[in-house]
């Protein structure tokens, strides 16, 4: 079965300061990767995907990651930040071949301060 | 055009009673998902259809959940004697069928068990 971890459950940074989300998967199975963030009140939205092709993905909002397979990580990262991108982050997998549903980590609160 | 929408929005029931939850997907999805958001459990995933396909419902937590779509369009949770542990928020989201796609999400339906 695949998981996945986000070992920083909060993570404040001030404004226009580079931010970079953790995220590390384990799965025995090629999987596609995906960043959603969540505001308050709100449902999940798309960041970025990573499917196939180049390791560094660029999403909405200024945020990108990087997919390493080595180190089966896929951190999500922003050079400068504002008080909008105050929200939760989540990192999630779904397996090649193996359905659509998700599997999600835990989740990231950033904490954009002024 | 509309996204996907969920109703009720709050949905406050007493312990032991039935409830049922709406989705109504982007026209032309014919993916289907319910997860689940709670404190304890974070984002789980519940149960998926594809078009006319058997359901995955490898992550309902017990037979008191089960949920149906109606027509390849409309899909009903119904949990069945609620419990106080059921009280979460409960997520929708559909999308094209392919794999690794994106999952487009409704603003989800808080339900509390008193």
């Known amino acids: 079965a695949q998981s996945v971890t986000q070992l920083d459950s909060q993570v404040p940074v001030f404004e226009e300061a580079p931010v970079e989300l953790r995220c590390n998967y384990s799965?025995?199975?090629?999987?596609?990767l995906f960043w959603y963030v969540q505001y308050p009140n709100q449902g999940l939205q798309l960041l970025l995907k990573?499917?196939?092709?180049?390791?560094l993905v660029k999403g909405i909002n200024g945020f990108e990651a990087e997919f390493n397979k080595s180190q089966t990580s896929f951190h999500l990262r922003k050079p400068s930040v504002h008080i909008s991108d105050t929200a939760e982050y989540f990192c999630a997998v779904t397996l090649k071949g193996g359905g659509n549903k998700l599997t999600f980590g835990t989740g990231t609160q950033l904490k954009v301060e002024l | 055009g509309a996204g996907v929408s969920q109703s009720p929005s709050n949905k406050v029931t007493e312990k032991g009673k039935d409830v049922e939850l709406r989705c109504d997907p982007i026209?032309?999805?014919?993916?289907l998902y319910w997860y689940r958001q709670s404190l304890g459990q974070g984002l789980e995933f519940l149960i998926y259809?594809?078009?006319?396909?058997?359901?995955?419902k490898s992550g309902l937590p017990s037979d008191r959940f089960s949920a149906e779509r109606t027509g390849g369009s409309v899909s009903t949770l119904t949990i069945q004697r609620t419990q106080q542990e059921d009280s979460a928020v409960y997520l929708c989201?559909?999308?094209?069928?392919?794999?690794?796609?994106?999952?487009?999400f409704g603003p989800g339906t808080r339900l509390t068990v008193t």
């Open positions: 259809f594809q078009g006319n396909s058997a359901p995955d």
């Open positions: 026209s032309g999805h014919t993916a």
């Open positions: 989201a559909s999308s094209h069928n392919s794999y690794g796609v994106e999952q487009y």
């Open positions: 799965s025995s199975v090629s999987v596609y």
């Open positions: 990573y499917l196939s092709g180049s390791t």
